[in-house]
């Protein structure tokens, strides 16, 4: 979203951090320099695929759903129980099987 803010540590902290290392202070403040409100550096090495602003978050959710309904989902783990499977081998082969619980 348009001006918010990425990242685990506020940008004071790391200044202060990085001043013991003059290298790398100058090379977090060079990097700081080129980031924007539009985060168009982020955008342009494609770790965002869009910014947008907060009137525009429920058609984007609305979008971001769509497109999972239209995603297959991965194959189910062999050893992943299922209810199907479960009943097929009864209680007794649940528990032979190493799961342990009834």
Same mark, same amino acid.
């Given at each position: /979203?348009?001006?918010?803010?990425? $990242? /685990? /540590?506020?940008?004071?902290?790391? %200044?202060?951090? @990085?001043?013991? *290392?003059?290298? &790398?202070?100058?090379?977090? @403040?060079?990097?700081?320099? @080129?980031? #924007?409100? $539009?985060?168009?550096?982020? &955008?342009?090495? %494609? /770790? @965002?695929?869009?910014?947008? %602003?907060?009137?525009? &978050?429920?058609?984007?959710?609305?979008?971001?759903?769509?497109?999972?309904?239209?995603?297959?989902?991965?194959?189910?783990?062999?050893?992943?129980?299922?209810?199907?499977?479960? *009943?097929?081998?009864?209680?007794?082969?649940?528990?032979?099987? #190493?799961? #342990?619980?009834?």
């Amino acid at each position: /979203m348009r001006g918010s803010a990425i $990242g /685990m /540590m506020q940008h004071g902290i790391i %200044d202060q951090l @990085l001043r013991q *290392s003059p290298r &790398l202070h100058r090379q977090w @403040l060079e990097s700081a320099a @080129l980031q #924007g409100p $539009g985060f168009e550096d982020l &955008l342009e090495a %494609d /770790m @965002l695929d869009a910014v947008i %602003d907060p009137y525009e &978050l429920p058609a984007e959710i609305d979008r971001f759903l769509a497109q999972l309904d239209e995603t297959p989902l991965p194959p189910a783990s062999p050893a992943r129980h299922t209810a199907a499977n479960n *009943s097929e081998r009864g209680e007794a082969g649940r528990f032979a099987a #190493g799961d #342990g619980a009834l």
